[in-house]
């Protein structure tokens, strides 16, 4: 069975954007070249992205066509290949199937329509960023494993990444990593009664 892996940057008092408008709000985060090529080499390894609509939106305009920019970085060429080539599903009630042709939408039923994408042919499901859509998946108790990138700041306030938490969840650490740019990755896995 596929798995859903929210795959995102963290403050380290949680949030996973500041209160500042569009792209500004993950300003903070902290990149390097070793972090690009982790998460290159981490991506390749499955075929479909979950989105919230903001996120998604922030994809659409600038991804499709990145590697055409005249100072697009190795990181641009490589991702915007993958984002061409990915299975997008996005949770929203307001954006329609009929015009991103590409993407399905997810707009009610979420914890049948994910069981069924956990249940079809594919590899694991990432949700990048996105924390709304990251809060609906935890409400339903969706998200099997954790890829939870430690940025070295205090944002003070924010959207947090964690929401409404209303039962325990406990987590094991299968693997961390420390990139030059300061920044943790914590791989966690959640634990499953059987």
Not at 136 to 159: H, K, R, S, T
Request: charged letters at 20%; proline letters at 3%.
């Amino acid at each position: 069975m596929r798995k859903i892996v929210s795959f995102v940057h963290v403050s380290l008092d949680g949030f996973v954007a500041s209160t500042d408008e569009g792209m500004d709000s993950l300003g903070w985060i902290s990149l390097s070249d070793d972090l690009f090529g982790y998460v290159e080499q981490r991506i390749q390894q499955t075929d479909t992205a979950l989105y919230g609509r903001v996120t998604y939106q922030m994809m659409e305009s600038y991804w499709p066509t990145a590697a055409e920019q005249p100072n697009a970085s190795a990181h641009d060429h490589a991702h915007s290949r993958w984002y061409k080539t990915a299975r997008k599903i996005v949770l929203s009630t307001t954006l329609l199937e009929k015009n991103h042709p590409d993407t399905k939408i997810i707009s009610s039923n979420l914890s049948d329509e994910i069981s069924k994408l956990k249940h079809s042919g594919g590899s694991e499901i990432l949700v990048f960023g996105s924390p709304g859509a990251t809060h609906a998946l935890m409400a339903e108790n969706l998200i099997d494993e954790y890829l939870l990138f430690i940025n070295p700041i205090l944002l003070g306030q924010g959207i947090p990444l964690f929401k409404n938490i209303e039962d325990r969840t406990a987590l094991t650490l299968v693997k961390s990593k420390l990139f030059a740019s300061g920044v943790v990755c914590l791989n966690y896995v959640v634990k499953r009664n059987k």
